[in-house]
C-alpha cells in the first residue's frame, strides 16, 4: 500500500501509533465519568451533547494517529483479531459494570484502525470511493430502521459491538453503548484512504468531525438511531470531491446498482417487521449495570 511521504518515519512503530492515543482515549473518558460529580446538575443537559462532541473527537484523534502511517505489519493483524476476541469474551462472561464497558471499548478500538486497513486495501482507485460510500451508506441505514443494528439494540446485544461512552448527563455517568465498533472502522477506512491516494490530509478531521456532529445532532434531536455512515460519509465526500469525483460510467453503475440494493433490503426488512410476532416486553433488572462494580448492600437488605 503507498503512503505518504512521512509515513516511513510514523509507520515504524505502529504500536506506539496504536496504543499511546488510545491510552489518552481511555485517560480522557474515565476522567469525564469520575468527575462527574463536579459539575453542577443544572449544568449537566448542557455539558452532556459538549462532552459527546470531546469524545468523538477524542476518538478521531486516535484513529488519525493511529492510522498516520498508512499501513500495519502482520503482528498487528494478529494484535487486531485477539483485541476482538477479548472484546467478545469480556462481553460474555463479565456484567455489564461501568468498568467492564470501558475495558471492552477499549479492546474493540484498539482493532479498529487495523481493520480499518484492511478494508482500504480492497479499493482499487480513488474514484471509487464515492460508489462505496453510497453503498455503506445505504446498507447501514438499513441496518439501523431494518437489519442487524435494529436487532441488536431491540435485544440488547449491541453491547457486544459498541463503544461506550459515559453518559455526563446522567447522575451517576456510567458508561453506556453508543457507536458501534463498524463506525470507527469505516473512519479509519477513510483516513487510510487519504493517505494511500495522496489526497490532502487537511481537511481529513474537520471533515469527520462535522460528519460525527450532524450524526451527534440528529440522535439528540430525534430522539432515535441514526445511521452514522450517512452523515460522515456525507461530510468527507462534500470536503474531497474534487479528489474523489467518479466518472460518469462509475456513477451510472452504481445508480443501478443502488436502485436494486435499495429494492432488496425495503422489502427484505418490511418483510421480517411485518411477518415477526411482538414480543414481550423485557423485564426490569433487578440492579442497575451502569456502576463501577458490584454495588454494595444496603442496610435494609441485610
Same mark, same amino acid.
Given at each position: ?63 488519525v494517529l493511529a492510522c498516520r502511517g498508512g ?53 482499487? !482507485? #480513488? ?6 460510500? /453510497?453503498?455503506?451508506? *445505504?446498507?447501514? +441505514?438499513?441496518? @439501523?430502521?431494518? $437489519? %442487524? ?37 469505516f473512519v479509519a477506512f477513510l483516513v487510510l ?53 467518479? !466518472? #460518469? ?6 445508480? /443501478?446498482?443502488?436502485? *436494486?440494493?435499495? +429494492?432488496?433490503? @425495503?422489502?427484505? $426488512? %418490511? ?32
Amino acid at each position: 500500500m503507498r503512503s505518504s511521504p512521512g509515513s516511513q518515519a510514523t509507520g515504524a512503530a505502529w504500536e506506539v501509533r496504536l496504543f499511546a492515543p488510545l491510552a489518552g482515549w481511555a485517560l480522557v473518558a474515565i476522567g469525564l465519568w469520575r468527575l462527574n460529580h463536579l459539575i453542577p446538575p443544572g449544568w449537566r443537559m448542557y455539558a452532556g451533547p459538549l462532552t459527546y462532541l470531546a469524545l468523538f473527537a477524542t476518538t478521531i484523534g486516535y484513529v488519525v494517529l493511529a492510522c498516520r502511517g498508512g499501513q500495519f505489519p502482520r503482528a498487528a493483524t494478529y494484535m487486531a483479531i485477539g483485541a476482538f476476541a477479548c472484546s467478545f469474551l469480556v462481553s460474555v462472561l463479565l456484567p455489564p459494570f461501568g468498568t467492564v464497558r470501558l475495558a471492552r471499548s477499549i479492546l474493540l478500538l484498539a482493532g479498529a484502525p487495523v481493520a480499518g486497513f484492511w478494508v482500504a486495501r480492497l479499493v482499487a !482507485s #480513488r474514484q471509487y470511493l464515492v460508489p462505496v460510500l /453510497l453503498v455503506a451508506a *445505504v446498507a447501514d +441505514a438499513w441496518s @439501523v430502521f431494518f $437489519g %442487524l443494528s435494529e436487532i441488536l439494540v431491540r435485544t440488547g446485544a449491541v453491547e457486544h459491538v459498541a463503544v461506550s461512552y459515559p453518559r455526563v448527563a446522567a447522575p451517576d455517568a456510567a458508561p453506556a453503548p453508543l457507536v458501534g465498533v463498524t463506525d470507527w472502522v469505516f473512519v479509519a477506512f477513510l483516513v487510510l484512504t487519504v493517505y494511500r491516494f495522496g489526497m490532502p490530509a487537511w481537511k481529513l478531521a474537520p471533515a469527520l468531525v462535522l460528519g460525527c456532529t450532524a450524526g451527534g445532532v440528529a440522535v439528540w434531536g430525534l430522539g432515535m438511531p441514526v445511521p452514522l455512515l450517512v452523515t460522515i460519509g456525507a461530510a468527507f465526500v462534500i470536503a474531497y470531491f474534487p479528489e474523489v469525483r467518479p !466518472s #460518469r460510467e462509475i456513477m451510472r453503475t452504481t445508480a /443501478l446498482f443502488l436502485l *436494486v440494493l435499495v +429494492a432488496v433490503l @425495503v422489502t427484505v $426488512g %418490511l418483510t421480517r417487521r411485518f411477518l415477526s410476532p411482538p414480543e414481550a416486553p423485557a423485564e426490569a433488572p433487578a440492579s442497575s449495570p451502569d456502576t463501577w462494580g458490584p454495588e454494595e448492600p444496603s442496610p435494609a437488605d441485610s
